[in-house]
């Protein structure tokens, strides 16, 4: 897959350069996201969580609907599909935030780098894409990855860390429906109804059981910070990938894990053992050959 060329992007002169830095961003994002995640955790649910991050969401989207002259693009024929994605995505956005706030957060996003391996399977069902040989062997070193960082046969294996691993089925899935979205829909309209969705979600699960808090002085800064920074992530790694191949910007994603290890050892006093090192390394290379067999193959598509 080569990055698509946007017309209404201007050529840096170093495109790669430009690429890297923009994925710097993205990673600052992801890694300010799960702190925050973690700092709101005492006070909301992931579902209240989820439904002030997607507030925050819906006035950035709307506003930058608004400055773009974009209401245009709006579609509802796709409505059902849309659906889909966002339930997908927004199940596994609770358990991640629930991850974040129960286990060591190099360990929820050595998980969460399995979300490719798992869209091998999904789109296989769900957009008949063959799986060949070397996809299949990528899928399966990155299970033997899993099983070595979750130890499941020991006493380590937590509901925290079955919640990580479901988190990167629903990004997985949602990754799978947004790919189908993308051959009818705007970036915009998959933001909006992103944004909106979720938003009742959040609220409908949040208020269920009559006692849903409010943020307060000490939550809504992080709250705003959440949303602000899922959106930035997502604007970041897009932005990447259009000015350089998935094979240089996505690499540099994968520094996220001694980032966010370090974070944690820093902040929150959390360790690094072998199991952990050893089975992210091989996730990573999993990632990492799914990805090189992607690039060289002719019949692969983007």
Known sequence: MTATPDPTMKRPANPILTASLWMVGAIASFSTMAIAGREVSISHDTFETM??????????VVLAMAFGNRWHEMRTDRIGLHTLRNVSHFAGQNLWFYAVSVIPLAQVF???????????????????????????????????????LTRPW????????????????????????????????????????????????????????????LPDATSAPWLVLIGIAGLAAHFCLTTALK??????????????????ALVGWLFYNEGVDAPLIIGAAIILTANWVNLRFSMRSPRAKP
């Open 154 to 213: 020991g006493a380590e294996l937590s509901f925290g860390t079955f919640s990580a691993m479901l988190a990167a089925i629903g990004f997985a899935g949602s990754a799978v429906f947004t790919r189908r979205l993308t051959r009818t829909e705007s970036l915009t309209t998959i933001l909006f109804y992103l944004t909106t969705m979720q938003a009742v979600f959040g609220l409908v699960l949040a208020a269920i059981d009559g006692d849903m808090a």
């Open 51 to 60: 439904f002030y991050r997607s507030c925050v969401g819906i006035m950035i």
């Open 243 to 260: 000015l350089a191949p998935a094979t240089i910007v996505m690499p540099i994603d994968f520094a996220r894990l001694p980032l966010i």
């Open 110 to 148: 050595a998980l969460e780098f399995t979300v490719p391996l798992w869209v091998l399977p999904l789109s296989a069902l769900i957009l008949a894409e063959p799986i060949t040989r070397v996809r299949a062997f990528a899928a399966l070193m990155g299970f033997v990855g899993i099983l070595v």
